[in-house]
C-alpha cells in the first residue's frame, strides 16, 4: 500500500528529485522502512541490526519521461538529533511481523527506476559517502535502478565537511511475488545479497517492500487474479494514495496461509473497542487496490461479530472452494476516526500439475481483467476448468495475421480463429506495433511472443551491440539459472536462451537485461490434444462379478478423467473404482459389480471421449407359487402365501405401498423357499394391494385382497315424523342418511323410476364412506314427492325411502291489462295465480316503472285484496309499465310479466284566434292559431267543420287531418251563410272545438291593390357593370291583380330585362347589368278599377375616364401648378376625387404625390431642383380609379433658386348660395305601432332654418314627433304612428337668400281592410260606416 508522505525542503531551497527511465511502465509505489546503525567514532564499520533509528528521507518530484538530465539528488539527513528524535519514535510504536514498520516520509511516492541487480528476491539500495571532493563540491547526483518485480535505487550523497559522517546503506528488501501455479518453484528462493559497493560503508538501512505491490510480469497475464478492477483504473496505479497515519488497533492480525485448490479457508482480524465510541470501518483488499466488498458471492464471504463482554470486534474473510488463481498477496485496512492500522499477507493455493492444451489463440480465451468476477472472484478460472474441444483447426499464425490486417478486420479474425478476450489482445498486438527506441545495448531484441508445442524445444535469441555486457535471463521477474532445462548459448554477438522439453509451466513471460536495458517477450506453450486411439468396449454383466473397462491413447503418461454418466468417478482408497494406466492403456477397474453399477462410462481427453455402456443385471428370479387374490368377510383370518426360487432370497411385504410390520395382529413367515402372511381378525383397513418384494429385484408377487360386509340403512337416526322431510321453497335441503357396509356400497337414489345422479346440477345424490346425502340447493314444488334408496355390494342389498314436501310461494299472477288511461292515472285489472302455493292468497302488491328505465317503485305498501288497482301521479308522456306480485303466508311470488307499455295523455286545449282569411263565391279560407296547452302526446293535426246557419248538421270538411292553421273549405254554395269550428286532435282524442262566433257570407271580396317597395328600393338602386340585378317587390290585391312594367315610359325589353309576376310579389332580374339598363321603372298593379303605382330608380355605373386636358400652368422654385378639366365620361356616377402621379424624366419611374383629390387643380410642392418631371392624372368614382391616365404633354424643369416668381392675384370666392335639397323627402311606408323616420339633406350658406310640415300645417311643439338637424342632414322621427299619422309631410329651409321645399307622402299600415274585419266578425254595416269614414278622410288627402 502507498505510505504517508511528508513534504520537506532542503535548506538551500532545492527539493529533490529523482527521474525514472522513460523505457519502463510505472510501478506502484513502494513501501519502506529505514533503519540506521551509528557507526563506531574512528572508522567507519558496517552493522546490521544494532538499535535501528530511522531517518527522513526527502524525495523529489518525477520529471517526465526521456529526461536524461540528472535532477538535484535526494538528502539523506543523517544528524544524531534526528536519529534520536526519530529512534525514539519507533519505541514508542514497534511494527508487527504484519505490519509494515513505521513509513520513511517521502515527497512523492513515484517509485525510481533506473536499473537492475542480480540479486531479484532482495534488491539493495546502498547509499554511499565517498571522501570529500575538493571544492567547489559536485551536486548530487541520484541514480536510480528498477529490476523487476521490485526497484532498487542507489543513491549517492557527498559527504558533508569533516569529521566525516557515517555511510548509510538503504537495503530494499521485496516482498515474496504472488503464489503462481507456473512459479511455485521459483519465487521462494532468495540470492544472496551482493556485496558492498564501497569498502566504506558503515551504516546499513533495510528497507522492505509492501507485500501488496504487484508484479510487473504478472499485471496482464493468465495466471494474475483480479489485476484489474472496479475500485481504480490501471493507469491509475502509480498515483499516491493518501491514508491516514498507522496505529496500533488491530490486536489480532490475519496470518497468510497455504490451501489446495477447492478448499476453504478463513482469515480473522480483531479490534478492541475499549477506548472506540463506534464500530471502525475494515476494508479487505487483494494485490494493492481491489477492494474484496464489492466481490462477496459464493467463493467470498465477509462476516462481522462483535464480544459485548470483551468488547472486541472480530472481523472473518472466508474463501470457499478456492481456485489456482486466488493466490496473492492480501491486506486488512482497520480505520477509525483518525486512527489508521493495516496487516498485508498471503495466500498459497497449490493445485496438481494438469496437462493442457496451450496455443496462441488459447491463451486469449480468458478474461484477464477481472471486470466481471462479483460473486465469482474471477471468471477465467470457470474457463480453465472447462472441458478441452478438439480443435482440428491447421496451426496459424495468429500474430501475423492482425499484424498484417487492417482494424475493421480484427472482430472477423477473433471470430474465424475463437478468440474472446480480443481486448486483450489487441493490448499486446498495441504494444507490440510501437516503435521501439533504438537500443543501446541490443542490435536484435526478442519478438513480442513465440509459440512452442508442449515438449518442444524453443530458443531465444538476442543480438548484443556490445557483446562485453552483463547478460541476465529471467522468468516471470525471477532470474532464470542454467540447468539441464536451460541451456544459455553464445555465437558471436548472439544471446541464445534453449528451453528444452517445454511444458505448461514455462508458459510465461520472459526478458533478458543487459546492463540497464533489457526487452522482454512471452512464451506460449501449446499442449497437443491427447486423442483416443482404442475405444471403450461394452459390458454385459451379473451382480457380483468383476468389471474391467479399457481404453487407449495416443500420449503416454496423459492426464485423463474417468466419467459415469457424465460424472466423474471417485478413485478415492475408499472407493470402489480403481483406475489404472500402463504406457498407452488405461483401465477401469469394478471389483465387485453392482446394480447401482449399470450406466455409460466414459475416459475423456483433452483431444476427445471415448463412451460404452455398462449393465449389470440380477441372477433371474423364478416363482414357484405366485400370491392369489382373496376375498374375507369382516372379522375373519386373512392368510397369503408365496413360494420363489431362490431360497435364500429374503423379501418385504407391502400393502398399499405401505411396509406391512410385524406385531401381535400380523405374522411374516418365511421358511426356505416359502413366504407366509398371516392376519388374525381381518378389519376394514386390511383391504387393499398385497405386494412380496424380493430383496435385490425389480419383480414383485402382487395380489387383490378384498374386505366385504353387507350394506345397511340407518334411517331411525333422522328423528323425522313418518320419515317426512318439510322444507319451503327456495331454501336448500340437505338430509344426511348413515350408511355401512364393505366394500362401500353402491348408492343409489330414485324418485318414481328417475334416478338422481351425483352430477345433478340443482338436485343431487352424494356417497361417502359413512352416510349418502340428497341435496336439493333451491327446493320447488316440483320436488315434493317419495325418495327412495338402493345399496349394493359384494355382500347384499339393502333399501329405504322416506318423503319431501316442499311448500311454495304462489305463483304469479297474470298479466295485467291497463284498461282505461287519463293525464296521469290509468285503471288496472288483472287475474289471480293458478297455483297459491298450498296456502291462500293473502293479496297483491303493485309495482310500476318507466319504460326506459330498470328501476321499479311499489305502488302500495298495504296488501291490496281486490284484482284491479289505479296508479295515479304518474308523469304525462311518459311511457310506463305495471306488474302484480302475489302475497301467501310462506311468502311474495315471482313478479308477473309486466303489461303492455301506456302513455298517460290529455287532449290539447282548443285552437286559439280563428279568423276568417278569405272569402270567395265557393269558398271560405280560415286561419288559427295553435292551442295552448299541447300536452306530451303532441299535435297530429287539426280537424274542420261546418254548418249551414239555423242547422245542427256538422260537416267534416278534410278526411284526412291538416297540421297547418290555414285550410280552405271548397264548394260551398254561394251567398250562403255558414258557421266554422275546428278541433285540435292528438293521441289522446279531440279537443273541444273553437266555433266562430258570427256566421260567414260566401261572396268574394274585392281588396285594391298596395305595392309594399321595400325600403332599400326606396332610394336608388345602384349596381357596378357585370353584376346580376335581382329584384323582389311584393304587392297585395284581391283578386289575383294585373303587373305591367314600364322603363322611361316604354315598354321592358324581355331580352334585356326578364319580369316575372305571382300572385304576391313580381320579380325584376338582370344577369349582366350594363349602363343602358340604367333608368326609372314604372310598375303598375290593376284589381279591376283599383290602381297603384311605384317607381324603382336604377343606376348601372362604371369606371370613369381619364380627366381631359391636363397642363402646366406653372413652375416656381421646387413647385408646379398643374390644372385639368374632368373627365368626358363619369362612368354614370359622380367624380369623387383625383389620384396625381409624378415621374422623372431620368427614370420614368411613377410615384404617387396625393390621392382622393377633390378639385381640378392642384400645385406639387417639395420637387427636387435640376429633375425635370412629368405628371399624370387619374380620375375615381364610386367604383374606383379610371383605367387610364392623362399625361402632360410637357415636362416640369426644376430650376436652381434666384428666379423672382410673380404671385397672382385672387379674388376671394363667395361661398354664399341659398338652400338647396341635395337629398329629397321620399314616400314611405309605416307600420303602426313602430317609430318612423323622414330624411332630407340641404345645403346653404348661411345656415337655414327648417320648418318640418303635415298637410301643409307647420309642426310646433307635439311630443309624437322629433326632429334633428346635422351636417345639413334634416330628420323627423314620428313615434308608434297610426292610421291617423298619414299624410302629405314637408320640410322648408329658408335663409337670407331664399328657401326651398321637398315633399313625402307617409302611409301607416294597420288599419283594417274589409276582409280583416269580415275575419274579426264585424257586423256588414259597421263595416260599410268604416269603410267610408275611411274613404272621406283620404279623399282630402289627395
Not at 513509513?103 to 534488491?123: L, S
Not at 530458443?459 to 521477474?477: F, I, Q, S
Not at 356400497?745 to 324418485?751: A, D, E, L, N, T
Not at 400652368?1113 to 396625381?1140: F, H, Q, R, S
Amino acid at each position: 500500500m502507498p505510505e504517508p508522505t511528508k513534504k520537506d525542503e532542503m535548506s538551500n531551497g532545492e527539493k529533490e528529485s529523482v527521474a525514472p527511465d522513460s523505457s519502463e511502465a510505472p510501478m506502484p509505489t513502494p513501501e519502506i522502512s529505514l533503519e540506521v546503525s551509528p557507526p563506531p567514532p574512528e572508522q567507519p564499520v558496517e552493522t546490521e541490526g544494532k538499535d535501528p533509528q530511522p531517518i527522513e528521507v526527502i524525495k523529489p518530484e518525477p520529471v517526465e519521461n526521456g529526461s536524461k538530465e540528472p535532477e538535484p539528488e535526494a538528502v539523506v539527513v543523517g544528524a544524531k538529533e534526528q536519529v534520536e528524535s526519530v529512534n525514539s519514535e519507533v519505541k514508542e510504536e514497534a511494527p508487527s511481523p504484519c505490519s509494515p514498520p513505521p513509513p520513511a516520509t517521502v515527497k512523492e511516492e513515484a517509485e525510481p527506476v533506473v536499473t537492475e541487480v542480480n540479486q531479484p528476491p532482495e534488491p539493495v539500495v546502498t547509499v554511499v559517502t565517498p571522501p570529500p571532493p575538493p571544492p567547489p563540491p559536485p551536486e548530487p547526483v541520484v541514480t536510480e535502478v528498477t529490476q523487476p518485480p521490485e526497484p532498487v535505487v542507489t543513491v549517492v550523497t557527498p559527504p558533508p565537511p569533516p569529521p566525516p559522517e557515517p555511510v548509510v546503506t538503504v537495503q530494499v528488501t521485496p516482498p515474496p511475488p504472488p503464489a503462481d501455479k507456473d512459479d511455485d518453484g521459483t519465487t521462494n528462493t532468495p540470492s544472496p545479497p551482493p556485496p558492498p559497493e564501497d569498502a566504506n560503508t558503515v551504516k546499513k538501512l533495510s528497507i522492505e517492500l509492501p507485500n501488496d505491490s504487484v508484479h510487473v510480469s504478472a499485471m496482464g497475464r493468465k495466471d494474475s487474479v483480479w489485476s484489474l478492477g472496479e475500485g481504480q483504473a490501471p493507469e491509475d496505479l502509480d498515483k499516491p494514495v493518501d491514508t491516514p497515519p498507522l496505529s496500533s488497533l488491530l490486536i489480532e492480525r490475519p496470518q497468510g496461509g497455504s490451501i489446495t485448490v477447492g478448499g476453504d479457508i478463513s482469515f480473522v482480524a480483531k479490534v478492541e473497542a475499549q477506548d472506540l465510541l463506534r464500530k471502525p470501518t475494515i476494508k479487505w483488499f487483494k494485490g494493492k487496490w481491489m477492494d474484496l466488498a464489492s466481490k462477496t458471492g459464493k467463493h467470498l464471504q465477509l462476516k462481522e461479530t462483535f464480544d459485548r463482554r470483551t468488547k472486541i470486534h472480530t472481523f472473518e474473510m472466508h474463501i470457499i472452494k478456492a481456485k489456482d488463481n486466488y493466490a496473492g498477496n492480501y491486506r486488512c485496512e482497520v480505520t477509525y476516526k483518525d486512527k489508521f492500522d493495516s496487516c498485508s499477507f498471503d495466500l498459497e493455493v497449490k493445485e496438481l500439475e494438469q496437462s493442457q492444451s496451450v496455443d496462441i489463440r488459447s491463451a486469449f480465451k480468458r478474461s484477464s481483467e477481472g471486470h466481471e468476477d462479483a460473486g465469482d472472484l474471477d471468471f477465467s478460472g470457470l474457463l480453465k476448468h472447462r472441458e478441452p474441444k478438439q480443435d482440428e483447426t491447421p496451426e496459424v499464425d495468429v500474430w501475423e495475421i492482425l499484424k498484417s490486417a487492417r482494424p475493421d478486420q480484427y472482430e472477423k479474425i477473433a471470430f474465424e480463429y475463437g478468440i474472446t478476450d480480443l481486448r486483450g489482445l489487441l493490448k499486446r498486438l498495441k504494444k507490440t506495433k510501437k516503435e521501439e527506441k533504438k537500443s543501446e545495448a541490443f542490435a536484435k531484441k526478442l519478438d513480442p511472443a513465440y509459440q512452442v508445442d508442449k515438449g518442444g524445444k524453443i530458443r531465444l535469441v538476442v543480438d548484443l551491440a556490445d557483446p562485453t555486457v552483463e547478460l541476465k535471463w529471467y522468468k516471470n521477474g525471477q532470474e532464470i539459472r542454467p540447468t539441464p532445462k536451460f541451456i544459455f548459448e553464445q555465437k558471436g554477438t548472439q544471446r541464445i536462451l534453449v528451453i528444452n522439453n517445454c511444458g505448461l509451466n514455462d508458459d510465461a513471460a520472459y526478458s533478458v537485461a543487459a546492463g540497464e536495458e533489457k526487452c522482454t517477450t512471452e512464451l506460449f506453450v501449446k499442449e497437443l490434444p491427447v486423442k483416443i486411439t482404442k475405444e471403450i468396449e461394452a459390458v454385459k454383466t451379473t451382480v457380483n462379478e468383476r468389471i474391467e473397462l479399457e481404453c487407449e491413447v495416443s500420449e503416454e503418461g496423459a492426464q485423463v478423467k474417468w466419467c459415469k454418466n457424465g460424472v466423474e468417478v471417485p478413485t478415492g482408497p475408499r472407493s470402489r473404482y480403481r483406475v489404472k494406466s500402463e504406457g498407452l492403456k488405461h483401465w477401469l477397474i469394478i471389483d465387485d459389480a453392482s446394480k447401482e453399477d449399470t450406466g455409460t462410462f466414459s475416459l475423456m481427453a483433452s483431444g476427445g471421449t471415448s463412451e460404452a455402456k455398462v449393465q449389470v443385471e440380477l441372477k433371474p428370479l423364478k416363482i414357484i407359487q405366485d400370491l392369489q387374490d382373496m376375498t374375507v368377510l369382516l372379522g375373519q383370518p386373512l392368510k397369503m402365501h408365496c413360494e420363489i426360487f431362490p431360497g435364500n432370497v429374503p423379501g418385504r411385504w407391502y400393502r398399499n405401498g405401505q411396509l406391512i410390520q410385524s406385531n401381535d395382529r400380523i405374522n411374516i413367515l418365511q421358511r426356505a423357499k416359502n413366504h407366509r402372511l398371516e392376519i388374525v381378525n381381518s378389519t376394514i383397513h386390511d383391504a387393499g394391494d398385497y405386494t412380496f418384494v424380493p430383496e435385490g429385484y425389480t419383480q414383485s408377487l402382487c395380489a387383490k385382497v378384498h374386505i366385504v360386509d353387507p350394506p345397511r340403512v340407518h334411517l331411525e337416526s333422522l328423528n323425522f315424523p313418518d320419515n317426512t322431510v318439510t322444507i319451503v321453497a327456495g331454501n336448500k335441503l340437505r338430509v344426511e342418511i348413515p350408511i355401512s357396509g364393505e366394500p362401500a356400497p353402491r348408492v343409489v337414489w330414485m324418485k318414481g323410476e328417475r334416478v338422481i345422479l351425483d352430477s345433478g346440477h340443482r338436485v343431487r345424490a352424494e356417497t361417502f364412506s359413512d352416510y349418502t346425502s340428497l341435496t336439493i340447493d333451491i327446493a320447488e314444488k316440483e320436488d315434493t314427492g317419495n325418495y327412495k334408496i338402493v345399496l349394493q355390494n359384494e355382500a347384499g342389498e339393502a333399501g329405504a325411502s322416506i318423503k319431501v314436501k316442499v311448500v311454495d310461494i304462489p305463483d304469479p299472477p297474470e298479466v295485467p291489462l291497463v284498461t282505461e288511461v287519463g293525464g296521469d292515472w290509468c285503471s288496472m285489472t288483472w287475474e289471480p295465480p293458478i297455483y297459491d302455493g298450498g296456502s291462500p292468497i293473502l293479496g297483491y302488491f303493485i309495482e310500476r316503472k318507466k319504460k326506459q328505465s330498470s328501476r321499479w317503485m311499489r305502488l302500495n305498501f298495504d296488501l291490496n285484496k281486490e284484482t284491479t288497482f289505479e296508479p295515479k301521479k304518474m308523469i304525462e308522456g311518459v311511457p310506463y309499465e305495471v306488474r302484480v306480485f302475489a302475497v301467501n303466508a310462506i311468502g311474495v311470488s315471482k313478479p308477473s310479466e309486466p303489461s303492455k307499455a301506456f302513455v298517460p295523455l290529455a287532449v290539447t286545449s282548443e285552437p286559439t284566434m280563428l279568423v276568417v282569411d278569405d272569402v270567395t263565391d265557393t269558398t271560405v279560407t280560415m286561419k288559427w292559431r295553435p292551442p295552448e296547452t299541447i300536452g306530451a302526446a303532441g299535435l297530429d293535426g287539426y280537424l274542420v267543420e261546418y254548418c249551414i246557419e239555423g242547422s245542427d248538421d256538422w260537416r267534416v270538411t278534410n278526411k284526412e287531418l291538416t297540421e297547418k292553421t290555414k285550410y280552405t273549405i271548397t264548394g260551398l254554395p254561394p251567398e250562403a251563410k255558414i258557421l266554422v269550428r275546428v278541433r285540435a286532435i292528438n293521441a289522446a282524442g279531440a279537443s273541444t272545438p273553437r266555433t266562430l262566433q258570427h256566421s260567414i257570407l260566401v261572396k268574394e271580396v274585392i281588396e285594391p291593390p298596395k305595392i309594399r317597395i321595400p325600403r332599400h328600393l326606396k332610394q336608388t338602386y345602384t349596381r357596378k357593370v357585370g353584376e346580376a340585378v335581382n329584384l323582389v317587390i311584393p304587392f297585395m290585391g284581391k283578386p289575383r291583380p294585373k303587373v305591367s312594367w314600364l322603363k322611361e315610359g316604354q315598354t321592358v325589353d324581355p331580352t334585356q330585362v326578364t319580369i316575372r309576376n305571382t300572385d304576391c310579389d313580381s320579380i325584376i332580374f338582370i344577369r349582366k347589368a350594363e349602363r343602358k339598363h340604367s333608368g326609372k321603372y314604372d310598375m303598375k298593379v290593376e284589381v279591376e278599377n283599383h290602381v297603384d303605382t311605384a317607381i324603382i330608380d336604377i343606376q348601372i355605373v362604371d369606371l370613369p375616364g381619364p380627366p381631359q386636358c391636363v397642363k402646366i400652368d406653372e413652375v416656381w422654385g421646387g413647385n408646379v401648378a398643374l390644372d385639368w378639366t374632368p373627365p368626358k365620361d363619369n362612368g354614370n356616377a359622380a367624380i369623387t376625387g383625383y389620384t396625381i402621379q409624378k415621374a422623372d424624366k431620368k427614370t420614368m419611374e411613377w410615384y404617387t404625390c396625393i390621392e382622393h383629390y377633390h378639385r381640378t387643380c392642384i400645385t406639387i410642392t417639395e420637387l427636387v431642383v435640376g429633375n425635370e418631371y412629368f405628371f399624370r392624372i387619374y380620375s375615381e368614382n364610386m367604383v374606383g380609379l379610371s383605367e387610364g391616365a392623362t399625361q402632360t404633354k410637357d415636362s416640369a424643369l426644376i430650376v436652381k433658386e434666384g428666379m423672382q416668381l410673380k404671385n397672382p392675384e385672387y379674388i376671394d370666392h363667395d361661398f354664399k348660395e341659398p338652400p338647396k335639397f341635395t337629398q329629397p323627402l321620399i314616400n314611405t311606408f309605416a307600420i303602426a305601432g313602430y317609430n318612423a323616420t323622414l330624411n332630407c339633406s340641404v345645403r346653404a350658406n348661411p345656415r337655414p332654418k327648417v320648418i318640418w310640415m303635415k298637410n301643409k300645417i307647420a309642426i310646433i311643439d307635439d311630443p309624437r314627433y322629433r326632429m334633428f338637424s346635422n351636417q345639413g342632414v334634416c330628420t323627423l322621427e314620428i313615434r308608434k304612428p297610426s292610421p291617423y299619422d298619414g299624410g302629405m309631410y314637408s320640410c322648408k329651409a329658408i335663409n337670407d337668400l331664399g328657401d326651398a321645399l321637398v315633399e313625402c307622402k307617409l302611409e301607416v299600415k294597420g288599419g283594417f281592410t274589409f276582409s280583416e274585419l269580415m275575419q274579426r266578425g264585424v257586423p256588414l254595416h259597421l263595416i260599410d260606416k268604416y269603410m267610408s269614414e275611411t274613404k272621406v278622410v283620404e279623399q282630402p288627402e289627395k
